[in-house]
């Protein structure tokens, strides 16, 4: 049973940053896709960043140059190191984590993935 916990919301002005992280405790992948979703109010759930066991990155056009995921192994912990942040960024923010299972697009694919609760951030203007 995987477990994702994530911290690190908050509420910050326009153009400040935050550091998002999710702790994954539970079954050891030996090879994974994690990442990080979003959800604002009344829209769809929406794919952020990804990261795979080799280190592959990938990123939504909006976030790009702003945002930078990374892993450690160690730790079992994903970041979310999030710069330069708008209002259009406010949203809840959810850990995600499967077993590798190939490439699509570019990015890692999820398939019946892991959830995190979520945690919330909010950018005023």
């Known amino acids: 049973q995987v477990q994702l916990v994530e911290s690190g919301g908050g509420s910050v002005q326009a153009g400040g940053s935050l550091r998002l992280s999710c702790v994954r405790s539970?079954?050891?992948?030996?090879?994974?896709?994690m990442g990080w979703f979003r959800q604002a109010p009344g829209k769809e759930r929406e794919g952020v960043a990804a990261?795979?066991?080799?280190?592959?990155?990938s990123y939504a056009d909006s976030v790009k140059g702003r945002f930078t995921i990374s892993h450690d192994d160690a730790s079992n912990t994903l970041y979310l190191q999030m710069n330069s942040l708008t209002p259009e960024d406010t949203a809840l923010y959810y850990c995600?984590?499967?077993?590798?299972?190939?490439?699509?697009?570019?990015?890692?694919?999820?398939?019946?993935?892991?959830w995190g609760q979520g945690t919330q951030v909010t950018v005023s203007s």
């Open positions: 539970g079954y050891t992948y030996i090879s994974y896709c």
């Open positions: 990261i795979d066991s080799i280190r592959r990155t």
């Open positions: 995600a984590a499967t077993p590798f299972i190939g490439v699509v697009g570019g990015s890692c694919a999820f398939r019946g993935n892991h």
